[in-house]
């Protein structure tokens, strides 16, 4: 059966190619999309591993990022860092608060890398105070979090993520052994770094990320280093506060610290911003995919019905000799399948050799494949769609007509 | 001949409405995709007010220092701006402003937040703002670091000053402005001039910024004609490579780019000296080729039916002498008529598209418009992609055999 079809194509070999580069570059088009979705969506019911609800975080501009060696008065500001924590913490509306570098759905990363083994493993990190596991719901699966006690540690107290434990330190239990950290410039010294405890996740992008290593270092805010570049605030109000208190607190910081500037954000507003910003691009090529199809679609259905057309004598002849009508439709739809299916096997040879080649980073192999299966079910679907209308037409010309057709 | 073409291609446009139909979606859909990038590029890159002068005007939005080691990119500091940009040799006017920063007002107890830059007084000679009130600040209020502001009318309005502010107090970020001016909105995507708020640049809370190399300023400098920016980039060059640097151990280059918005955005390294203008610009024409190879396949395939069920009058047609040239021209035009009336009908779908977009507030402030030059983009457009898709349909028909395809019988 499919022989036939192939000879049949074979037959009109040249209009055919150009049918069967459509599909192709259908395919492409529709699993560019698909792959991009399906991404995202993979990601999306994967755990966060920490919670925002009532989250607000506050941006304290204190104009450090002087030149090196060009610090005003450290100090001061430390001492200006404390005078507004506790100013934060005496409102009623204020339940936790915390000082870290980097936040859930904020713009910047903390990046660092550790030899294990002769591997190159990679990390984000974010340095941040105790109060940190209150503000963002953090839930431990081993260990302990940070607490007042590790201020008389000779070590610095680390917490990872699971899957960063499981890079380092493979089956064995993380807890109470050294993290390795990278090799230090000549002239540095290094503090060891000791796993306290393991949490589940954290993706600091929020739920459209990929997961990935992650460690958390406690940091004290008497430290000069540290406090300088905590740049921070995140805090966990009562539910239910408005932004009238924004501005009560705003105001209440400015006192206390006249010279630096702020900025008060829900968690929820930047989460918001994150998702937008992420999916914009894949609406709008979700959108232009979309005409595309329709595009396609209504381009093969003219194809087709112009080629029954002229195929009508053919196909009375067909129906002369016995075809019935089903018949005749089966092979005006498999005609078409088949080019579909030689379009889809070429595209997804080709798409194949993306992750072999290396060209795609972060897409797992779950998704790639399922991303090829639903684009070539949606190619055999527009295919098929594409063919029903004119293989309507192929039998509604009766075949006695169809044998003296001009 | 050409009437009687344009006639024929009429006539047949008319003929199967099914078909033609489906290539005019096509193919104004395709023009509508293309021209809507390109009215985003235009509105990011063409000199339209404030940017009046955009084509003698450069700008440093970013520098560097290289060390061996380690290499520390941020936007340029005030000092680096005040000691090596002033009075290059051929500029007209030279202006320093920060980046912008969002700040906070909470007025009556709701939360407005502002894109605040704070400018020089030169800034608003160079750029030209549409005032619907009172008037820029001045180099003396920058002197005297006054809490002066000029704002737009959507600051105005969000931040519920009525119809006049001119002379209003605003708290912005903890400080208290007076309102001197009010300027139309800028579009968000413009990075010179976009802000909804300006102040004098002394206004800052604390005056650190003036120490700093590397920071957050940012540099405009009018030419007086395009022949003088070359000599000033290599000035401002050599200027920089004689800089002293403070920390010589670890750094020892400095690098400030002054370059057109376009360059700019082009260059994806600091170290190398070409801007990569001309990548971008291959890559934005590949993409736009890229985008049209599957629409170009689509109508090809149409165009191609097409012609086979003409074969009888194309066998006529040779068997009275046509040639294959004069057959392949006639169907060119043919589907060049196609593709210009795809044309008109896609430039009246990208203004309704763009209208919805600029609306849709995903990109603040932007006021997507079709102007003459994205029409002749348009049309050029159209041309090539018309050209493209009948060449290869056109010689398929002028190879059929006038035999078979007066019987009809084409393959």
Same mark, same amino acid.
């Given at each position: 059966?499919?022989? &036939?079809?192939?000879?049949?194509?074979?037959?009109?070999?040249?209009?055919?190619?150009?049918?069967?580069?459509?599909?192709?570059?259908?395919?492409?088009?529709?699993?560019?999309?698909?792959?991009?979705?399906?991404?995202?969506?993979?990601?999306?019911?994967?755990?966060?591993?920490?919670?925002?609800?009532?989250?607000?975080?506050?941006?304290?501009?204190?104009?450090?990022?002087?030149?090196?060696?060009?610090?005003?008065?450290?100090?001061?500001?430390?001492?200006?860092?404390?005078?507004?924590?506790?100013?934060?913490?005496?409102?009623?509306?204020?339940?936790?608060?915390?000082?870290?570098?980097?936040?859930?759905?904020?713009?910047?990363?903390?990046?660092?890398?550790?030899?294990?083994?002769?591997?190159?493993?990679?990390?984000?990190?974010?340095?941040?105070?105790?109060?940190?596991?209150?503000?963002?719901?953090?839930?431990?699966? @081993?260990?302990?979090?940070?607490?007042?006690?590790?201020?008389?540690?000779?070590?610095?107290?680390?917490?990872?993520?699971? &899957?960063?434990?499981?890079?380092?330190?493979?089956?064995?239990?993380?807890?109470?052994?050294?993290?390795?950290?990278?090799?230090?410039?000549?002239?540095?010294?290094?503090?060891?770094?000791?796993?306290?405890?393991?949490?589940?996740?954290?993706? @600091?992008?929020?739920?459209?990320?990929?997961?990935?290593?992650?460690?958390?270092?406690?940091?004290?805010?008497?430290?000069?280093?540290?406090?300088?570049?905590?740049?921070?605030?995140?805090?966990?109000?009562?539910?239910?506060?408005?932004?009238?208190?924004?501005?009560?607190?705003?105001?209440?910081?400015?006192?206390?610290?006249?010279?630096?500037?702020?900025?008060?954000?829900?968690?929820?507003?930047?989460?918001? @911003?994150?998702?937008?910003?992420?999916?914009?691009?894949?609406?709008?090529?979700?959108?232009?995919?979309?005409?595309?199809?329709?595009?396609?679609?209504?381009?093969?259905?003219?194809?087709?019905?112009?080629?029954?057309?002229?195929?009508?004598?053919?196909?009375?002849?067909?129906?002369?000799?016995?075809?019935?009508?089903?018949?005749?439709?089966?092979?005006?739809?498999?005609?078409?399948?088949?080019?579909?299916?030689?379009?889809?096997?070429?595209?997804?040879?080709?798409?194949?050799?993306?992750?072999?080649?290396?060209?795609?980073?972060?897409?797992?192999?779950?998704?790639?494949?399922?991303?090829?299966?639903?684009?070539?079910?949606?190619?055999?679907?527009?295919?098929?769609?594409?063919?029903?209308?004119?293989?309507?037409?192929?039998?509604?010309?009766?075949?006695?007509?169809?044998? &003296?057709?001009? | 001949?050409?009437?009687?073409?344009?006639?024929?291609?009429?006539?047949?446009?008319?003929?199967?409405?099914?078909?033609?139909?489906?290539?005019?979606? $096509?193919?104004?859909?395709?023009?509508?995709?293309?021209?809507?990038?390109?009215?985003?590029?235009?509105?990011?890159?063409?000199?339209?007010?404030?940017?009046?002068?955009?084509?003698?005007?450069?700008?440093? =939005?970013?520098?560097?220092?290289?060390?061996?080691?380690?290499?520390?990119?941020?936007?340029?500091?005030?000092?680096?701006?005040?000691?090596?940009?002033?009075?290059?040799?051929?500029?007209?006017?030279?202006?320093?402003?920060?980046?912008?920063?969002?700040?906070?007002?909470?007025?009556?107890?709701?939360?407005?937040?502002?894109?605040?830059?704070?400018?020089?007084?030169?800034?608003?000679?160079?750029?030209?703002?549409?005032?619907?009130? $009172?008037?820029?600040?001045?180099?003396?209020?920058?002197?005297?670091?006054?809490?002066?502001?000029?704002?737009?009318?959507?600051?105005?309005?969000?931040?519920?000053?009525?119809? =006049?502010?001119?002379?209003?107090?605003?708290?912005?970020?903890?400080?208290?402005?007076?309102?001197?001016?009010?300027?139309?909105?800028?579009?968000?995507?413009?990075?010179?001039?976009?802000?909804?708020?300006?102040?004098?640049?002394? =206004?800052?809370?604390?005056?650190?910024?003036?120490?700093?190399?590397?920071?957050?300023?940012?540099?405009?400098?009018?030419?007086?004609?395009?022949?003088?920016?070359?000599?000033?980039?290599?000035?401002?060059?050599?200027?920089?490579?004689?800089?002293?640097?403070?920390?010589?151990?670890?750094?020892?280059?400095?690098?400030?780019?002054?370059?057109?918005?376009?360059?700019?955005?082009?260059? =994806?390294?600091?170290?190398?000296?070409?801007?990569?203008?001309?990548?971008?610009?291959?890559?934005?024409?590949?993409?736009?080729?890229?985008?049209?190879?599957?629409?170009?396949?689509?109508?090809?395939?149409?165009?191609?039916?097409?012609?086979?069920?003409?074969?009888?009058?194309?066998?006529?047609?040779?068997?009275?002498?046509?040639?294959?040239?004069?057959?392949?021209?006639?169907?060119?035009?043919?589907?060049?008529?196609?593709?210009?009336?795809?044309?008109?009908?896609?430039?009246?779908?990208?203004?309704?598209?763009?209208?919805?977009?600029?609306?849709?507030?995903?990109?603040?402030?932007?006021?997507?418009?079709?102007?003459?030059?994205?029409?002749?983009?348009?049309?050029?457009?159209?041309?090539?992609?018309?050209?493209?898709?009948?060449?290869?349909?056109?010689?398929?028909?002028?190879?059929?055999?006038?035999?078979?395809?007066?019987?009809?019988?084409?393959?």
């Amino acid at each position: 059966m499919i022989r &036939h079809y192939l000879k049949l194509i074979w037959n009109r070999r040249r209009s055919n190619l150009l049918i069967t580069i459509e599909i192709f570059f259908s395919f492409l088009v529709v699993f560019g999309v698909v792959a991009m979705a399906a991404y995202y969506g993979n990601n999306y019911r994967r755990p966060l591993g920490f919670t925002i609800d009532d989250v607000w975080v506050v941006n304290i501009d204190a104009k450090l990022q002087g030149l090196p060696g060009n610090q005003p008065n450290p100090q001061g500001i430390i001492e200006t860092g404390r005078q507004l924590r506790l100013a934060v913490v005496e409102f009623p509306e204020v339940r936790a608060l915390a000082s870290c570098f980097t936040v859930p759905y904020g713009n910047s990363r903390w990046m660092s890398t550790s030899k294990v083994g002769g591997r190159e493993i990679a990390y984000s990190m974010d340095g941040v105070t105790d109060g940190f596991a209150e503000v963002f719901g953090l839930t431990l699966v @081993q260990g302990r979090w940070f607490n007042r006690d590790d201020d008389a540690a000779g070590w610095d107290p680390v917490v990872v993520n699971e &899957h960063l434990a499981a890079d380092v330190f493979d089956t064995v239990n993380p807890v109470g052994r050294t993290f390795p950290q990278d090799k230090p410039s000549p002239g540095e010294k290094q503090k060891e770094w000791r796993v306290v405890g393991v949490i589940r996740e954290f993706r @600091q992008d929020g739920e459209l990320a990929l997961p990935e290593n992650y460690l958390m270092i406690r940091v004290r805010l008497d430290d000069v280093e540290s406090a300088l570049s905590l740049g921070r605030l995140p805090i966990k109000v009562r539910p239910g506060t408005t932004a009238a208190f924004e501005e009560r607190l705003v105001k209440r910081m400015q006192e206390v610290a006249r010279d630096w500037s702020f900025e008060v954000e829900p968690a929820i507003d930047m989460r918001e @911003q994150k998702l937008r910003d992420t999916l914009t691009p894949l609406i709008a090529a979700g959108v232009i995919a979309g005409f595309l199809m329709l595009m396609v679609a209504l381009g093969l259905t003219g194809v087709v019905w112009q080629s029954v057309t002229q195929r009508t004598r053919e196909i009375g002849l067909r129906r002369a000799k016995g075809a019935t009508i089903p018949d005749i439709r089966t092979q005006v739809m498999g005609e078409l399948a088949v080019m579909a299916t030689i379009a889809v096997l070429l595209g997804a040879a080709i798409v194949v050799q993306f992750p072999l080649l290396k060209l795609v980073g972060n897409v797992t192999a779950g998704v790639y494949a399922a991303s090829l299966v639903i684009s070539s079910l949606s190619i055999y679907l527009l295919t098929l769609a594409s063919a029903w209308y004119p293989s309507r037409m192929a039998t509604s010309v009766p075949p006695a007509e169809a044998l &003296h057709y001009e | 001949m050409l009437k009687n073409y344009l006639k024929i291609a009429f006539k047949v446009l008319l003929r199967r409405k099914f078909f033609t139909f489906v290539s005019l979606f $096509g193919i104004s859909f395709t023009l509508v995709v293309l021209m809507v990038a390109t009215a985003m590029l235009d509105h990011l890159f063409a000199p339209l007010p404030p940017e009046v002068n955009q084509d003698r005007t450069v700008s440093i =939005t970013r520098a560097s220092m290289f060390g061996d080691r380690s290499s520390w990119s941020a936007s340029a500091g005030y000092r680096l701006l005040d000691q090596y940009v002033r009075n290059l040799p051929g500029a007209e006017r030279t202006s320093f402003f920060k980046s912008p920063d969002q700040v906070y007002s909470y007025p009556n107890g709701n939360k407005v937040r502002v894109f605040l830059k704070r400018t020089d007084g030169e800034f608003w000679r160079i750029l030209r703002f549409d005032f619907i009130e $009172g008037a820029p600040y001045t180099a003396d209020d920058l002197e005297s670091a006054r809490l002066v502001a000029v704002i737009t009318r959507t600051t105005r309005e969000r931040l519920r000053l009525g119809q =006049t502010a001119m002379g209003r107090t605003i708290e912005v970020d903890g400080q208290r402005f007076r309102v001197v001016g009010v300027v139309e909105d800028v579009p968000r995507l413009r990075v010179i001039p976009f802000a909804e708020m300006w102040a004098p640049y002394t =206004t800052v809370k604390s005056d650190s910024y003036k120490a700093e190399l590397l920071g957050e300023f940012n540099a405009i400098v009018l030419a007086r004609d395009r022949a003088a920016i070359p000599g000033m980039q290599e000035e401002l060059k050599s200027r920089l490579a004689r800089a002293e640097l403070p920390d010589p151990k670890s750094y020892k280059k400095l690098v400030a780019p002054l370059e057109s918005t376009f360059d700019a955005m082009a260059r =994806t390294d600091l170290r190398t000296e070409d801007s990569h203008s001309e990548r971008l610009w291959l890559m934005m024409a590949g993409g736009a080729l890229l985008f049209m190879l599957l629409p170009t396949v689509n109508l090809i395939n149409l165009n191609v039916s097409r012609i086979m069920e003409r074969a009888s009058e194309i066998g006529v047609r040779k068997a009275f002498g046509a040639s294959s040239r004069t057959l392949v021209g006639q169907f060119i035009v043919e589907n060049l008529v196609l593709t210009m009336v795809g044309g008109v009908v896609g430039f009246a779908a990208s203004i309704l598209v763009l209208r919805a977009i600029s609306a849709s507030g995903v990109v603040p402030y932007a006021d997507f418009r079709l102007n003459y030059r994205i029409f002749l983009y348009g049309i050029a457009l159209a041309v090539f992609f018309g050209v493209f898709s009948g060449v290869y349909p056109a010689w398929r028909m002028s190879r059929l055999n006038p035999v078979q395809a007066l019987k009809g019988a084409a393959r």
